[in-house]
């Protein structure tokens, strides 16, 4: 059987497939604006001469656990932790670009077109970084029926896709509550104001109470919260973009497709900016 001839780190000189390991990058969009954000933020605290008025444990535990416990009510235990841990990709992102992975998935069909989709084997150890694109070179290699490919394919890819919008669903209901809680706070803190109006040293902390309840609410849901959920959402749409090329490539190649007729269906769906033009070079 032909192999395909990878090098040392995983290159394969033939085929130039060392890109396809997915490799984290940070999100710049995303770091710069909070820190723009907050930055802004922080020069006008800064700039009234004082920054530690805005420091309250009782306002911050009262929009903090309250926007928790709050959220938590409308969703699951698992929820909430799947929540926790797909936050991070807000920031890190895999570097994958739908155009490059529409040429590697249009080299991938040469190379199964050339040498038998079985050599596709060989690539194998050097994708799991990718994990959609493994499982679906895994398949084609195993001799799957193409039906049977796009019902598992498929079905994985709106499940990844269901679970990411789940976590902006999270993100969603907590910055709707922040500002609630906020809310909640102000009440909290006017009451304790008034009800020390005969001792002027209790006036200041409800009044602290008061007002920072209301900032935290509104920093928390405003410049955290719904950004990062939008994000979320963002991520999950390209996401959803790379799970549906490689299921494309896949199936044609599995078709034994032309890959010419392969790169029309890719360009297909790939926005018109980054539609490949691979047999046009």
């Known amino acids: 059987m032909a192999r395909i001839p990878l090098t040392n780190d995983g290159v394969s000189p ?4 060392g890109g396809m390991r997915a490799r984290s990058v940070i999100d710049l969009a995303t770091l710069l604006g909070l820190a723009g954000a907050f930055g802004v933020v922080a020069v006008a605290m800064v700039g009234g ?7 309250d444990l009782p306002a911050f535990l009262i929009v903090g656990g309250g926007t928790l416990t709050v959220t938590a009510v409308s969703f699951s235990t698992r929820d909430i932790g799947l929540a926790w841990r797909t936050l991070p990709t807000a920031l890190f992102r895999p ?10 998935m249009l080299l991938l069909a040469e190379a199964a077109r050339r040498t038998g989709a079985e050599t596709l084997r060989d690539l194998l150890p050097e994708l799991r970084g990718e994990p959609f694109l493994h499982r679906c070179l895994t398949l ?5 029926p193409v039906d049977e490919i796009e019902e598992v394919l498929g079905g994985e890819a709106d499940a990844a896709t269901a ?13 709707e509550v922040a500002p609630a809680m906020g809310l909640i706070g102000t009440l909290v803190g006017l009451v304790q104001m008034l009800g020390s109006l005969n001792n002027p040293a209790a006036i200041g902390p409800g009044m602290a109470v008061a007002l920072l309840t209301t900032f935290y609410g509104a920093v928390l849901g405003n410049m955290i919260l719904t950004p990062l959920a939008g994000k979320l959402e ?4 390209q996401d959803n973009l790379i799970r549906t090329l490689y299921l494309t490539g896949a199936v044609s190649i599995v078709r034994q497709e032309n890959p010419r007729r392969l790169e ?4 297909s769906v790939l926005p018109a900016g980054s539609r490949v033009q691979y047999f046009d070079r």
């Open 234 to 237: 963002t991520n999950a749409e």
């Open 140 to 144: 084609i290699t195993d001799g799957h």
């Open 264 to 267: 029309m269906l890719l360009n």
């Open 49 to 55: 001469g004082t920054p530690g008025a805005y420091l």
């Open 163 to 175: 679970a990411q919008l789940r976590t902006a669903a999270v993100l969603r209901r907590a910055a």
């Open 14 to 17: 033939t085929l130039g497939l």
């Open 95 to 104: 570097g994958l670009h739908p155009r490059a992975v529409a040429r590697q």
